[in-house]
């Protein structure tokens, strides 16, 4: 992110838990439930970008986080694509160094088998 966007400080927020020990540990390190995956901060403006894979809508905690942010006049927004967050922060006036945009192959190992399968069916 910092190489396609300079000047900008990017940060992912970790905050995915696996279990509920895990959702313990990071609520007593200070972890909040609902924070956005991408904090932005740039020439005295700032933002914040929950990604979600395609279809599938926002927590009621993370609508809040979204909402409370958006309150204090920073930019929020939710992207589907790595495409999408990468027009969503030059909207937002940020310049990129380069349009080169690599998506994430999200195809499982059964999924890749199948289609490796059916090229070769009649």
């Known amino acids: 992110m910092d190489s396609a966007f300079p000047h900008v ?3 992912h927020v970790p905050n995915e838990t ?3 020990k895990d959702a313990y540990f990071a609520k007593q390190k200070g972890t909040r439930a609902g924070t956005s995956d991408w904090l932005f901060w740039w020439r005295g403006d700032r933002g914040a970008i929950e990604m979600k894979p395609p279809g599938e809508k926002l927590r009621t905690n993370q609508n809040k986080f979204l909402s409370a942010l958006a309150a204090t006049g920073a930019k929020t927004g ?3 694509s790595v495409r999408e967050m990468h027009n969503m922060l ?3 006036g940020i310049t990129p160094k ?3 945009i690599i998506e994430p192959d999200y195809t499982t190992k ?3 088998q199948k ?3 059916d090229m ?3």
């Open 90 to 92: 030059k909207s937002w």
């Open 18 to 20: 696996r279990s509920a």
């Open 115 to 117: 289609m490796m399968m």
């Open 110 to 112: 059964e999924e890749k």
């Open 9 to 11: 400080l990017a940060i």
């Open 98 to 100: 380069h349009e080169a």
């Open 78 to 80: 939710v992207c589907y």
């Open 120 to 122: 070769y069916r009649p």
